[in-house]
């Protein structure tokens, strides 16, 4: 059974379609939800949630029927929002004790368990500051160690990286990783950056008006580009360099010091490696160039 099925749903704010007919299944892993402002990410997981209700299709989570079944879909899921949710005047293990409560725990076991997602996402002793006095990249912190305070197998996160530093923002990717990788968590990544969505998801919907218009897995959607290929030898490198342009090959120096090259389509890849062994070197580096997840996703909103 799959975690999240999605069949046809539509949603409308008074004339303005937010979803129309979205379509599609996740059955665990990392996914990434891409979509330009305004394409209904944030209405797609309001409607995961139970907060709206579909004006026709079906939705559903862990096989129960949203928003009837709602509140027995929450009990597995966790959600980050974009927005902030800092208590102000209480301390972070205040405020996921309180959380913990909210999902039936005795205020023991949710202190307890406070503490252990707290330790998990690197809070310190910050945990026991008010809230008002926190950093963004620490609000960004605990409210994503809200999300994880009840154990849940299905985690909604909006905008994670939203704010953060750099380091900040790898360290909270790396945490997200751990989780759909060594804990068999299913996240669902709603961001506008891709390499966020990159680092941590192998899959990915792309959501444009309103409609999933491109879905599948990232290493299938950024297949290699037809004749394209990235290459380096050891030695020898001009006269490598003239053997190629002499076979037809269109020739670029990357950044890195690699070659670019865009072999005649009737050349076979094995050649370059017998040209190189006709000038006297070895190939080192030879990779297929792949599709950016960018192209994928600009080709898939209409503006590629």
Same mark, same amino acid.
């Given at each position: 059974?799959?975690?999240?099925?999605?069949?046809?749903?539509?949603?409308?704010?008074?004339?303005?379609?937010?979803?129309?007919?979205?379509?599609?299944?996740?059955?665990?892993?990392?996914?990434?939800?891409?979509?330009?402002?305004?394409?209904?990410?944030? !209405?797609?997981?309001?409607? /995961?949630? =139970?907060?709206? @209700? #579909? $004006? *026709?299709? &079906?939705?559903?989570?862990?096989?129960?029927?949203?928003?009837?079944?709602?509140?027995?879909?929450?009990?597995?899921?966790?959600?980050?929002?974009?927005?902030?949710?800092?208590?102000?005047?209480?301390?972070?293990?205040?405020?996921? !004790?309180?959380?913990?409560? /909210?999902? =039936?725990?005795? @205020? #023991? $076991? *949710?202190? &307890?368990?406070?503490?252990?997602?707290?330790?998990?996402?690197?809070?310190?002793?910050?945990?026991?500051?008010?809230?008002?006095?926190?950093?963004?990249?620490?609000?960004?912190?605990?409210?994503?160690?809200?999300?994880?305070?009840?154990?849940?197998?299905?985690? /909604?996160?909006?905008?994670?990286?939203?704010?953060?530093?750099?380091?900040?923002?790898?360290?909270?990717?790396?945490?997200?990783?751990?989780?759909?990788?060594?804990?068999?968590?299913?996240?669902?990544?709603?961001?506008?950056?891709?390499?966020?969505?990159?680092?941590?998801?192998?899959?990915?919907?792309?959501?444009?008006?309103?409609?999933?218009?491109?879905?599948?897995?990232?290493?299938?959607?950024?297949?290699?580009?037809?004749?394209?290929?990235?290459?380096?030898?050891?030695?020898?490198?001009?006269?490598?360099?003239?053997?190629?342009?002499?076979?037809?090959?269109?020739?670029?120096?990357?950044?890195?010091?690699?070659?670019?090259?865009?072999?005649?389509?009737?050349?076979?890849?094995?050649?370059?490696?017998?040209?190189?062994?006709?000038?006297?070197?070895?190939?080192?580096?030879?990779?297929?160039?792949?599709?950016?997840?960018?192209?994928?996703?600009?080709?898939?909103?209409?503006?590629?």
């Amino acid at each position: 059974m799959a975690i999240i099925e999605l069949n046809g749903v539509e949603v409308s704010y008074g004339a303005t379609k937010a979803l129309q007919g979205a379509t599609c299944s996740i059955e665990g892993g990392g996914v990434g939800l891409l979509g330009p402002n305004g394409a209904g990410k944030s !209405t797609l997981l309001k409607t /995961l949630l =139970g907060f709206i @209700r #579909a $004006d *026709a299709g &079906e939705a559903s989570v862990f096989g129960h029927r949203l928003p009837q079944e709602a509140l027995a879909a929450r009990q597995r899921l966790g959600y980050m929002p974009e927005r902030e949710i800092v208590a102000r005047n209480v301390s972070a293990v205040s405020f996921l !004790t309180y959380c913990g409560q /909210l999902f =039936g725990m005795k @205020r #023991a $076991d *949710a202190m &307890e368990r406070a503490h252990e997602v707290l330790n998990y996402v690197g809070a310190g002793d910050s945990r026991y500051r008010k809230m008002q006095t926190y950093s963004t990249g620490m609000a960004q912190r605990i409210k994503f160690a809200q999300a994880l305070v009840h154990d849940p197998k299905l985690l /909604l996160l909006d905008e994670p990286t939203n704010g953060l530093d750099p380091e900040g923002r790898i360290e909270m990717l790396e945490l997200i990783k751990e989780l759909v990788v060594r804990r068999g968590v299913t996240v669902v990544l709603s961001s506008h950056l891709l390499p966020d969505v990159e680092h941590v998801c192998e899959q990915v919907l792309v959501i444009h008006q309103g409609q999933i218009v491109r879905e599948g897995s990232i290493r299938a959607l950024t297949s290699a580009r037809e004749n394209l290929f990235e290459l380096s030898v050891r030695e020898n490198k001009q006269a490598f360099r003239q053997a190629l342009a002499h076979a037809g090959c269109t020739l670029h120096t990357q950044p890195n010091g690699n070659l670019l090259v865009a072999k005649p389509p009737a050349m076979n890849p094995r050649e370059f490696f017998e040209l190189a062994r006709a000038k006297g070197t070895q190939v080192r580096h030879f990779v297929p160039v792949r599709h950016r997840l960018e192209e994928v996703f600009m080709q898939a909103i209409g503006r590629n």
